[in-house]
């Protein structure tokens, strides 16, 4: 049980990654505080996840600062403390720089980047007064490797990387880890639930790369124990982010032959399509 005794928040927790690490850290016996925007949707999961008494939902726009601090607020009458953050909240979209709607754009910064950094101040002195804790941001390689028609995601992913890296280095002297997580192409409804813009194209994944979530949910646990700067799952993604450092052209040459049409590419049948990352 190696997280027993722990309480950990963990955003968007209704499906994909959020459910499967709290899967996984009700198993290790830890205290869970689920929480999404949608009610209903968090309560099953938690009926999926089990864990009686010892987890709770709760309906959070990360994006409202009102309701983050209603959240943690919550969290600490029921557990009296709040020892790990996972902000895993996010969404997409699809769409080109030329064509976006900036509207759209900043729905996607609000929750992706600002409603993270929201949760982070709501916990920091929290954490501070207990002596420690632990801050997981769920990112992306998209925050390493900006592929077309998702600038907005990739963009909302390198901030968080520029904070999470800034915080740690804050926040270590009140032990206090800031851990960033980035997974590449993961079997979950990312694409389904993105945003749409006027593009008719996107980046289409592939099977052969994919990964489930729960293999990113066991890669946050061991690098929360660790206490590491940053875990990128599956592990092959770090070839690369490195690949792209030192040849971004044959990158970039890569990805722009993986260009789809959105159509055929949500058309694919759902065992046959990566439905986005983290």
């Not at 969404?91 to 900043?106: I, K, P, V, Y």
């Amino acid at each position: 049980m190696k997280l027993e005794g722990k309480v950990a928040v963990i955003t968007g927790a209704s499906m994909g990654i959020g459910e499967e690490i709290a899967k996984l850290f009700a198993r290790e016996g830890a205290k869970l505080v689920l929480c999404s925007r949608d009610l209903a949707r968090v309560e099953a999961a938690r009926q999926r996840i089990g864990g009686g008494e010892n987890t709770i939902s709760l309906a959070c726009d990360v994006s409202r600062r009102n309701q983050v601090d209603a959240l943690v607020r919550a969290a600490l009458a029921k557990f009296g403390r709040i020892d790990v953050l996972v902000n895993n909240a996010g969404f997409g979209l699809n769409d080109s720089l030329a064509e976006l709607d900036m509207t759209q754009c900043r729905q996607v910064f609000e929750t992706n980047l600002f409603g993270a950094m929201e949760c982070m101040q709501a916990v920091i002195p929290i954490m501070r007064r207990q002596g420690g804790g632990d801050i997981v941001n769920i990112s992306s390689v998209a925050a390493h490797i900006s592929t077309p028609y998702a600038s907005v995601y990739a963009a909302s992913k390198h901030g968080m990387q520029a904070v999470s890296r800034a915080a740690r280095m804050e926040l270590r002297k009140h032990n206090i880890n800031v851990l960033t997580v980035s997974p590449g192409y993961i079997a979950t409804d990312f694409s389904q639930n993105m945003l749409k813009g006027k593009s008719g194209q996107r980046v289409a994944g592939s099977t052969k790369y994919g990964a489930q979530p729960e293999v990113v949910a066991k890669a946050t646990l061991r690098g929360l124990l660790k206490r590491k700067r940053e875990v990128v799952v599956p592990w092959f993604y770090r070839i690369a982010i490195k690949l792209y450092e030192n040849f971004p052209g044959f990158v970039e040459w890569t990805v722009r032959r993986s260009l789809r049409p959105t159509s055929q590419v949500l058309a694919e049948k759902p065992g046959d399509r990566l439905q986005g990352t983290g």
